[in-house]
């Protein structure tokens, strides 16, 4: 069918609807503080569950790209989120944010860096969106995150303080990093400022180093000297965070941010570029090889060993949205029709399987049968990942961030 088919009329109007239901799905997520719920099969919040900053964080970024799609209720729900940020999520004592406030209002330990790099995305995306005090809340997400998590002799970013930031957990993550290269990303764009630009590409050589070590198979957990952890979590193979072994779903999201920050970067030569993309092609082509109806039926597996065989078979939906973010963004820098390709594929299993045609939004788990499940992510959480793979994939300006391509697209 031609709705699945990339840079068709028809493809542009079933991800059009695709983007509106989403948008319409999260309605109901602030809370009275404005930290952001998390949303229950039908879009209603479950209020028995913590207010989650990184949650919080992707409905500001989702909402502020709302207002410039000129989704009606937008300006009122990214407002909601940002004073979730700026009031009961933020720190007036120690800086920063929780990592949330559980349902009693409590807050959760620990200062987390992925939960940061999301607060610099959001804020980027919601001074874009012209909303109050967001250029305040960038200003002071970067001080933050300058201060307590990126390591500029290193060109990495260490992972989680104790709430006061005075204990640093030994544990190094690849996942963090990864949403700090978007987050850095989108900031340069922003705010015009190029060391974030060049912080997100040393992170990123760092990561090629290591995938380029083991197949391309990207290694996520380290110990505190940056040594790879291989066998974390084996005990625990499908911890929502912190999986055991390789995640597919990571290495085809790096493929796009790797080609996002080579075709941005005013330092790379046209060959020196050729060459990231090549990585990223790689990257993105080892996990597909691995994880893309690998195990006899469709979809794309949360997790495999290190030989590249399935560990954990569930299906999650954020992998499938970067499946086809990936998948468009390879073809416009190569011209390859396997992406295209791919791009199909990837539409007619999100439209089979993964949308929820009754309630609304994404499943954001399913099993191998492709079955609803909820043991890693019961309900829909939040929108960021679904939103982003409606709009990334007709991002014709590939190096900038989503929110800042849609802010000069409209104007």
Not at 312 to 330: F, G, K, Q
Not at 384 to 392: D, K, S
């Amino acid at each position: 069918m031609k709705k699945y088919i990339l840079n068709t009329s028809e493809n542009i109007q079933f991800l059009k609807e695709c983007c509106g239901t989403l948008l319409s799905f999260g309605h109901k997520f602030p809370a009275p503080g404005g930290g952001s719920y998390y949303l229950g099969d039908d879009g209603t919040p479950w209020k028995d569950r913590p207010r989650e900053t990184w949650i919080t964080s992707r409905m500001l970024h989702v909402y502020s790209i709302g207002c410039m799609l000129g989704h009606d209720g937008s300006e009122a729900l990214a407002d909601a989120a940002l004073k979730g940020l700026t009031g009961e999520l933020h720190d007036m004592e120690n800086g920063g944010w929780y990592a949330g406030l559980a349902s009693d209002g409590k807050p959760l330990p620990t200062k987390q860096c992925y939960a940061h790099a999301f607060v610099i995305l959001a804020a980027s995306s919601a001074v874009l969106a012209n909303r109050p005090d967001a250029t305040e809340l960038l200003e002071e997400a970067i001080r933050i995150y300058d201060k307590y998590f990126w390591d500029e002799e290193l060109g990495l970013s260490v992972d989680t303080w104790n709430t006061e930031f005075t204990e640093l957990d030994d544990y190094r993550g690849i996942n963090a990093n990864m949403h700090t290269v978007e987050a850095f990303l989108a900031a340069a764009d922003v705010l015009k400022d190029e060391k974030y630009r060049v912080r997100a590409g040393r992170i990123t050589d760092r990561v090629i180093g290591w995938a380029k070590d083991n197949e391309y198979r990207i290694p996520e957990h380290f110990t505190k000297d940056w040594q790879p952890n291989l066998e974390c979590n084996k005990e625990k193979p499908d911890d929502p965070f912190k999986p055991y072994g390789a995640t597919p779903g990571h290495g085809i999201e790096w493929a796009r941010l790797i080609v996002q920050w080579a075709t941005s970067s005013k330092s790379l030569s046209e060959e020196e570029r050729r060459g990231y993309i090549d990585v990223a092609e790689n990257l993105y082509n080892r996990a597909i090889e691995d994880g893309w109806n690998a195990d006899g039926a469709p979809g794309i597996c949360y997790t495999t060993g290190w030989d590249g065989k399935p560990i954990v078979h569930d299906r999650m939906h954020w992998t499938l949205a970067e499946a086809i973010n990936s998948s468009a963004v390879l073809y416009r820098v190569t011209g390859k029709e396997k992406y295209a390709k791919d791009y199909e594929a990837f539409m007619e299993y999100l439209d089979a399987y993964v949308i929820d045609h009754v309630n609304g939004s994404w499943f954001h788990q399913l099993d191998y049968n492709n079955k609803l499940l909820t043991t890693v992510w019961p309900g829909k959480s939040d929108l960021y990942h679904a939103l982003q793979a409606t709009l990334i994939p007709y991002n014709e300006k590939i190096g900038l961030s989503i929110a800042p391509a849609l802010s000069k697209f409209l104007l």
